[in-house]
């Protein structure tokens, strides 16, 4: 699933014609950027795979004072059914993947017990920066979100908050942990 994709279809779907211009400007009014894996500057050459796969198609070039020519597209019949397919499977497929943490974790070296301790509180303190420097993003850009992309930029917040929960968990069970890892380290481990 490609997030570019949907957002671009569907910016050409609820906005009608737009420019690649337009089109990066309608990203920064959204904030898209700040709770979307969308960047504004990936706007232009995905309007060129894009067009090239016609699923948006060219309609006129409009030219404003002083700038350059820019070549307007609009959604083609085929964007349209793309875009149907790339919500639906967004909507419907849960894109959850194993963290590498949890395999280090499952597999710790000898080399790694001492340290233990301070990496998890590591991991926990920047969990926590992570969770409050997003509540102010958040609080930040709230003005500039419809009433459904306020909820969707809590959707972070809430995996973060699971994250700080599991990490303050591991740190509580570290002890057990690290009895039951040194118990099973050999001599040649």
Same mark, same amino acid.
């Given at each position: 699933?490609?997030?570019?994709?949907?957002?671009? =279809?569907?910016?050409?779907?609820?906005?009608?014609?737009?420019?690649?211009?337009?089109?990066?400007?309608?990203?920064?009014? !959204?904030?898209?950027?700040?709770? $979307?894996? @969308? /960047?504004?500057?990936?706007? %232009?050459?995905?309007?060129?795979?894009? +067009? $090239?796969?016609?699923?948006?198609?060219?309609?006129?070039? &409009?030219?404003?004072?002083? %700038?350059?020519? #820019?070549? @307007?597209?609009?959604? /083609?019949?085929?964007?349209? &059914?793309?875009?149907?397919?790339?919500? *639906?499977?967004?909507? &419907?497929?849960?894109? %959850?993947?194993?963290?590498?943490?949890?395999?280090?974790?499952?597999?710790?070296? $000898?080399?790694?017990?001492?340290?233990? #301790?301070?990496?998890?509180?590591?991991?926990?303190?920047?969990?926590?920066?992570?969770?409050?420097?997003?509540?102010?993003?958040?609080?930040?850009?709230?003005? %500039?979100? /419809?009433?459904?992309?306020?909820?969707?930029?809590?959707?972070?917040?809430?995996?973060?908050?699971? !994250?700080? +929960?599991?990490?303050?968990?591991? =740190?509580?069970?570290?002890?057990?942990?690290?009895?039951?890892? *040194?118990?099973?380290?050999?001599?040649? *481990?």
């Amino acid at each position: 699933m490609s997030s570019i994709r949907l957002f671009i =279809l569907s910016a050409f779907e609820e906005r009608g014609p737009l420019h690649g211009h337009a089109l990066r400007l309608v990203a920064d009014e !959204e904030h898209i950027d700040e709770w $979307a894996d @969308v /960047t504004p500057g990936a706007v %232009y050459g995905a309007i060129k795979r894009l +067009a $090239a796969e016609g699923l948006i198609a060219p309609v006129r070039v &409009e030219r404003e004072g002083n %700038y350059p020519e #820019r070549q @307007v597209f609009e959604i /083609t019949p085929a964007g349209r &059914e793309s875009l149907r397919s790339i919500r *639906s499977a967004a909507l &419907e497929t849960i894109d %959850y993947r194993p963290d590498p943490f949890d395999l280090a974790m499952a597999r710790l070296g $000898a080399e790694n017990l001492d340290d233990l #301790r301070e990496t998890l509180e590591g991991r926990l303190a920047e969990l926590r920066g992570m969770l409050a420097a997003d509540e102010i993003r958040i609080e930040r850009i709230a003005q %500039y979100l /419809t009433l459904t992309e306020q909820h969707v930029v809590r959707h972070d917040l809430h995996r973060l908050r699971g !994250e700080i +929960a599991f990490h303050e968990e591991l =740190l509580e069970a570290l002890p057990a942990i690290l009895a039951d890892e *040194s118990s099973r380290k050999g001599p040649h *481990s």
